[in-house]
């Protein structure tokens, strides 16, 4: 993989306490790539659809995205993701308070990777994410022993 191919992370996240808790587990968890948060799901599409340095011109990214925005529901967002070309093979991991059965099913029959309730299990969170082999396929983690 080369260094400009690198994924990025982009964070969906209205609430500022909830995005700086898994900004910091996510480096806890020794992940080092680029992180882009967006507060609403405006400048979030706008970036992941339009940017020229955005993910669908730029390359890989990984999105983690909450379902309740301030401008649109996150599953309008997922759904946009997933229907285009260049970006639906990028994972996308919902994090969210609502545990409602068909808010969850829908979201996997929408295509999300993972979906998490919050209050996160940081741990959990870290571990669902490696097991699903998402960060492993497509995001760079420095190797044990390597500084």
Known sequence: MNAHETVAIVMIEDDEGHARLIEKNIRRAGIRNEIRHFADGTSALAHLLDDPAGPRHGGPALVLLDLNLPDMSGTAILERIKQD?????????????????????????????????????????SDAIRQLGLFLAVIQVPAIGDD
């Open 85 to 125: 070309e260049s970006l639906r093979r990028a994972p996308v991991v919902v994090l969210t308070t609502t545990d409602d059965k068909l808010e969850v099913a829908r979201c996997y029959d929408l295509g999300c990777n993972v979906y998490i309730t919050k209050p996160v299990n940081y741990d959990s969170f």
